[in-house]
C-alpha cells in the first residue's frame, strides 16, 4: 500500500488560521511533517492550531508575517529555522479578503491588494524558501489557486486576475528550478465546505452544484488530501501543474 510519508520534512502553511488552511496544517502534520502555522493577526487561534499539532506528536510552532512584505517573511524564516529547521514544504494559502463587484465599481486599490497577497506573496515565500530545498535537491512548493482563474466570472475580477497573474510566475518557478528537484504546483479548489458552512448549515447550494460534474460540493479535507499529496514523494515526478479540485466543475484544456 502506498503512504503519504512526511516524516522529518518541515512545512510552512501560510493562512493557517483560514477556512482551508488549518486543515491543510493538520493533515501534514497526521502525515508526519512538522508544521510551522502562520498568521497574521489570528495569534490565538494559530497558537491553539499548533498546540493541536503538537498533541499530535509533531513539532509546531506559531509564526506571524505579512506575506506582502519580503523583510516580514525573511524575519519568520527566522523564526522557523530557529524552531524547527529548514522548510522543505511551503504552501502558499494566504489571501487577503475584500467585497466583490464589477470591474467598472470595483476599487483599483483591491487589485492591487490581491496581486500583492497572491503573487508577491509566492515572489517572496520563493525568495526566502527555495534556496534552502536547492541545496538539499528536495523541495516542494505548492500554491493555493481557485476555480475562479479559469471561470473568470462578472465580480470575480480582482480575484480572478492576481490568480491569473500567479500561474504566469509558479510555471516560471518551476522550470527555473526543476533541476534541483524542486516541485511547484497550484491546487485549484471549488467553492468549498469548511467548518464555517458546517456551523451555518449552507452546505447545500443547487445553484452552484448543478454545474459541477460530481454534482456536490468539495470538502476542506479534500483540498487538504490533495496538498499532502504533491508534497510527498509520490508526487516527486509532478511540477508545473495547475490541480482543479473541484469535482470537475473546471477543466483545463490540452
Not at 495569534?43 to 506559531?62: P, Q, Y
Amino acid at each position: 500500500m502506498l503512504n503519504i510519508d512526511l516524516t522529518g520534512k518541515v512545512a510552512v502553511v501560510t493562512g493557517a488560521t483560514g477556512e482551508l488552511g488549518h486543515t491543510m496544517a493538520r493533515t501534514l502534520a497526521v502525515c508526519g511533517a512538522d508544521v510551522a502555522v502562520h498568521y497574521l493577526r489570528n495569534a490565538e487561534k494559530a497558537e491553539a492550531l499548533a498546540a493541536d499539532i503538537r498533541a499530535l506528536g509533531r513539532r509546531s510552532v506559531a509564526v506571524q508575517a505579512d506575506v506582502t512584505e519580503l523583510a516580514s517573511v525573511q524575519a519568520m524564516a527566522e523564526v522557523v529555522r530557529g524552531e524547527l529547521g529548514q522548510a522543505a514544504i511551503i504552501v502558499n494559502n494566504a489571501v487577503s479578503q475584500y467585497g466583490w463587484t464589477s470591474v467598472l465599481e470595483q476599487a483599483p486599490e483591491d487589485f492591487t491588494d490581491q496581486f500583492r497577497s497572491c503573487v508577491l506573496q509566492t515572489v517572496h515565500m520563493a525568495k526566502v524558501f527555495v534556496p534552502a530545498m536547492q541545496a538539499k535537491n528536495w523541495g516542494r512548493v505548492i500554491v493555493i489557486s481557485t476555480e475562479c482563474a479559469m471561470q473568470c466570472h462578472p465580480h470575480q475580477g480582482a480575484y480572478a486576475s492576481a490568480k491569473r497573474g500567479l500561474d504566469g510566475v509558479v510555471r516560471v518557478l518551476a522550470k527555473e528550478i526543476g533541476m534541483h528537484q524542486v516541485t511547484v504546483n497550484q491546487v485549484a479548489p471549488g467553492w468549498t465546505i469548511s467548518d464555517r458552512v458546517r456551523a451555518e448549515g449552507s452546505e447545500e447550494q443547487a445553484g452552484y452544484t448543478h454545474s459541477v460534474p460530481l454534482a456536490r460540493r468539495g470538502t476542506d479535507q479534500e483540498i487538504a488530501s490533495a496538498v499532502a499529496f504533491l508534497a510527498s514523494d509520490l508526487a516527486s515526478f509532478i511540477s508545473g501543474a495547475y490541480l482543479p479540485v473541484c469535482g470537475g466543475n473546471v477543466m483545463p484544456g490540452i
